[in-house]
């Protein structure tokens, strides 16, 4: 059974930056692709980011791209998720997952995610 762990976390002004890890047991992740997910208040999870299963490819969303770079440390087990230039409209729940590449669509059981707040 996989377990998903993000952290890292917090309340950031407007402009601020934040790295979010996603540390995984339970399954060595270094054959999957990994993404990155957030859902705030009142919306349904939306995809933000994906790195391939050895990182020489990564995906974003419009939303987020050219601010948010996605990474992973196989040997660590954990993908990271750096957040720049942060907006209020990125306060969310952030989640990772191991994906299908090009429909992004999650493998396995949620974790509980890490709360991203962006104040004004």
């Known amino acids: 059974q996989v377990q998903l762990v993000e952290s890292g976390g917090g309340l950031v002004q407007a402009g601020g930056s934040l790295r979010l890890s996603c540390a995984a047991s339970g399954r060595a992740i270094n054959t999957y692709h990994m993404g990155w997910f957030r859902q705030a208040p009142g919306k349904e999870r939306e995809f933000v980011a994906a790195?391939?299963?050895?990182?020489?490819?990564?995906y974003y969303a419009d939303s987020v791209k050219g601010r948010f770079t996605i990474s992973r440390d196989n040997t660590k087990n954990t993908v990271y998720l750096q957040m720049n230039t942060l907006k209020p409209e990125d306060t969310a729940v952030y989640y990772c997952?191991?994906?299908?590449?090009?429909?992004?669509?999650?493998?396995?059981?949620w974790g509980r995610g890490t709360q991203v707040t962006v104040s004004s």
């Open positions: 790195t391939y299963w050895s990182g020489v490819s990564t």
């Open positions: 997952n191991a994906v299908s590449w090009s429909t992004w669509r999650p493998s396995w059981d």
